[in-house]
C-alpha cells in the first residue's frame, strides 16, 4: 500500500483526497492543515498534523501531495524533496522563475521525481486532441484557440488567490494551464503577444496570441466573470483536413464528410469537490493521480508534467509574455 500525506486540505486537496480514495493500493494515512477542521474533514482515519512541516518531519509516507497556495510551494516543495523521493505539487509550480529555478537544483541534488500539477496534460479530450496532432492523422495545425473561462474564485483561504503577489493572478493561476499545454503540442512559438486586463493589482483577463510557423494559436483566460457563470474550458483546433472542437459538452469532429462525436470512454467518477469550486468531476484529477502513484509503486521515473516541464511554462509566462505586453 503506498502511504500518501496530503498538505494543504482546501479546494485542491479536497479533490486530491477525492482521487486517493478511489485509487486501489493507496492509502490517505497523513494529511495536514493549519484549519486542523479542514484536515479533519479529509482524515478519514489518517494522521492529522496542524501545519505542513510537522507531516513532514514526522509522518511515515511515501509521497508527498503540495496542495497549499502557491506562494508556499517552494519551501515546502525543498522541505518535501528531501524527505521522499516522490513529491506532487499543484500548479503553478511556483511564484517566481528562480523558485523553480531552485527547486530544479535541489531535484538534481537529492534525485526525487516532481511532478506537477498542470492537469489538462491528463484531461481525456486534451489527450485526444494531443494524440491527434502527433498522428497526422487530419494534417497539420492551422489555428487554434484555446479558452478557459471562470467566475471569480471565492474559495480560497484568506482570499489569498486575488492577491496578485501570492498567486499570480489569473495570468498564472488560470492562464498557465492552456498556455503549458500549448508548449507541449507546438513548443515555444517564435513570436507571442499578450494582453491583460488589470483591475486594481490584479490580472483578471489575459489574452494571448502565439505565432509559429505553420500556425497561430490564440489563449484567452479570465476569472471576472459571475458566479451564476458556468466555468468553461473549450478549444477548437483547425487542421488542414478537420476541425475539432471541444465545446459545450461536446467533442466533436468536423470534415467534409460531415460532423460526428469523438467518442471516449470515461470513467464514471463524479465528487462535488467539497468546496464552492467549478469542477464536478474527478476527469484529469485522477488521471494526474493515477500516473504518479504508478510511477512511486513501481519505482519509475515520473516523465509526463514534471517539475521541468512546468519551470518552463512559468518561465514562458513571466518572461517572454509578460516583455511583449511591456
Ligand atoms: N489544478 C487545478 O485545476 C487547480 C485548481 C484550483 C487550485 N489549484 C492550485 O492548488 C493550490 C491550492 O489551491 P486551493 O484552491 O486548494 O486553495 P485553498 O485556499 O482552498 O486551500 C489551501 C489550503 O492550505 C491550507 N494551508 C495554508 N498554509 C498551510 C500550512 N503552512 N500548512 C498546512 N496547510 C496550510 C489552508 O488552510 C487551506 O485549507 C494552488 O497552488 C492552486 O493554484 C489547482
Redesign the pocket.
Given at each position: 500500500m503506498l502511504k500518501v500525506g496530503l498538505?494543504?486540505?482546501?479546494?485542491?486537496?479536497t479533490m486530491h483526497a477525492n482521487c486517493y480514495n478511489a485509487l486501489d493500493g493507496v492509502e490517505l494515512t497523513a494529511v495536514?492543515?493549519?484549519?486542523p477542521e479542514?484536515a479533519e474533514q479529509l482524515a478519514d482515519g489518517a494522521q492529522i498534523y496542524c501545519?505542513?512541516k510537522e507531516l513532514i518531519e514526522n509522518a511515515d509516507v511515501d509521497v508527498i501531495d503540495i496542495?497549499?497556495?502557491?506562494y508556499?510551494?517552494a519551501e515546502y516543495t525543498m522541505l518535501a524533496m528531501d524527505k521522499v523521493k516522490y513529491v506532487f505539487v499543484?500548479?503553478?509550480v511556483t511564484l517566481t522563475v528562480e523558485e523553480s529555478e531552485q527547486l530544479k537544483a535541489k531535484q538534481a541534488e537529492t534525485g526525487a521525481f516532481v511532478q506537477i500539477?498542470q492537469?489538462i496534460r491528463f484531461w481525456d479530450e486534451y489527450v485526444a486532441l494531443y494524440d491527434m496532432v502527433r498522428s497526422g492523422k487530419y494534417g497539420r495545425v492551422v489555428n487554434a484557440n484555446f479558452r478557459r473561462i471562470s467566475p471569480s474564485p471565492d474559495?480560497?483561504?484568506n482570499n489569498?488567490l486575488h492577491d496578485t503577489k501570492l498567486s499570480g493572478g489569473a495570468a498564472q493561476?488560470l492562464h498557465i494551464h492552456d498556455v503549458d499545454y500549448v508548449l507541449s503540442l507546438f513548443g515555444e512559438p517564435k513570436s507571442v503577444s499578450s494582453v491583460r486586463n488589470i483591475i486594481g493589482e490584479e490580472n483578471s483577463y489575459v489574452n494571448t496570441f502565439m505565432q509559429y510557423d505553420t500556425c497561430v494559436v490564440t489563449v484567452e483566460g479570465t476569472w471576472d466573470l459571475p458566479a451564476s457563470h458556468p466555468f468553461e474550458a473549450t478549444f477548437r483546433v483547425v487542421f488542414e483536413d478537420a476541425v475539432v472542437e471541444n465545446a459545450g459538452g461536446r467533442f466533436m469532429l468536423y470534415t467534409t464528410d460531415g460532423a460526428e462525436e469523438i467518442k471516449i470512454e470515461k470513467k464514471d467518477l463524479t465528487v462535488s469537490g467539497g468546496?464552492s469550486g467549478n469542477i464536478s468531476s474527478l476527469g484529469g484529477y485522477f488521471n494526474e493521480l493515477c500516473y504518479f502513484t504508478e510511477c512511486a509503486k513501481n519505482g519509475t521515473a515520473v516523465e509526463k508534467a514534471t517539475l521541468a516541464d512546468a519551470a518552463t511554462s512559468l518561465k514562458f509566462l513571466l518572461t517572454k509574455e509578460l516583455k511583449s505586453n511591456a
Open positions: 498538505i494543504g486540505c482546501g479546494f485542491m486537496g495536514a492543515d493549519i484549519r479542514k501545519d505542513g496542495c497549499l497556495p502557491t508556499l510551494h499543484e500548479k503553478p500539477g492537469v474559495w480560497g483561504w489569498w493561476d468546496t
